[in-house]
C-alpha cells in the first residue's frame, strides 16, 4: 500500500477466506508505526484464497484518554497464498 503521510499514526490490516469478512476466520493485524509500508503475513494455508483490505488509524487524546479513530476501509484485494 501506499504511506500514508498525514494524520495516519498507524494502519489495520484484515484478511478472511469469506469476501464478506464474516465468521472465524476473519484476522486483524495493527501497525503502530505510520512509515510500514508492507507486510509478510505468514502461516496462511497452501493455495487459499484470501480476501484483505486495510485501514488507517489516528490517535487522538481527548480529556486525558487516547481514543482511535479510523478511516474507512480500502477496497477488498483477492490474493492466493503460495
Known amino acids: 500500500w501506499k504511506k500514508q503521510k498525514i494524520q ?3 494502519y489495520q490490516i484484515q484478511y478472511c477466506i469469506n469476501r464478506n469478512f464474516k465468521g472465524k476466520t476473519r484476522k486483524n493485524i495493527f501497525i503502530k508505526k505510520a512509515k510500514t509500508f508492507s507486510k509478510k503475513i505468514t502461516k496462511l494455508k497452501a ?3 484470501y480476501y484483505v483490505r486495510l485501514r488507517t488509524l489516528k490517535n487522538v487524546k481527548i480529556d486525558g484518554k487516547t481514543t482511535k479513530f479510523y478511516s474507512d476501509w480500502s477496497n477488498v484485494k483477492t490474493v492466493r497464498a503460495k
Do not use: L, S, V, Y
Open 8 to 10: 495516519a499514526d498507524g
Open 47 to 49: 493455495r487459499q484464497k
